[in-house]
């Protein structure tokens, strides 16, 4: 039985693949909601490098000519930038536990699906009941 478990799990690492690494660009002081939209009628995808590159509008939306990215990703391997009008980056955090810093404007509640990546450009909302428990 232990053969056909450890076969199993070496098939599907087999199958898993390293996609590449991603960097987000959003204009200066954009807060809300961010959209990818792929497979649509839209740019052609961008790189830098071996990373693939998504230049946001001021909508907080890009169409992309291209897949969803699949496979595992280290997470530092995606990155966040607010960029200025003459094209000088400045990261976004994207932290595990957001409420370590909660007056910073953040990475939250990333999310994709096979047609789509969304995610939250915003302070993190951290408020706290009388015991110190985080409030939903």
């Known amino acids: 039985m232990r053969v056909v478990v450890a ?3 070496l098939l599907a690492l087999a199958g ?3 996609r590449p690494p991603e960097i987000h ?3 200066a002081g954009y807060t ?7 497979e649509k009628d839209g740019l052609p995808q961008a790189h830098e490098g071996s990373a ?3 230049p946001i509008d001021a909508h907080g939306e890009l169409r992309v ?3 969803v ?9 995606t990155r966040f930038y607010f960029v200025d009008p003459d094209g000088t980056r400045h990261r976004i955090p994207f932290r595990m536990q957001p409420c370590d810093a909660p007056d910073e404007i953040q990475i939250l509640d990333v999310a994709s ?10 302070r993190p909302s951290c408020r706290r009941d009388a015991k110190g428990r985080l409030l939903p």
């Open 65 to 67: 000519n291209s897949h």
């Open 113 to 122: 699906s096979s047609t789509d990546i969304s995610y939250v450009v915003a």
């Open 69 to 77: 990215p699949v496979g595992y990703g280290m997470r530092d391997e």
């Open 25 to 27: 660009l959003i204009p």
């Open 32 to 38: 809300g909601v961010v959209h990818i939209y792929f």
């Open 16 to 18: 898993c693949r390293h």
């Open 7 to 9: 076969i199993g799990a």
């Open 52 to 54: 693939d590159v998504y």
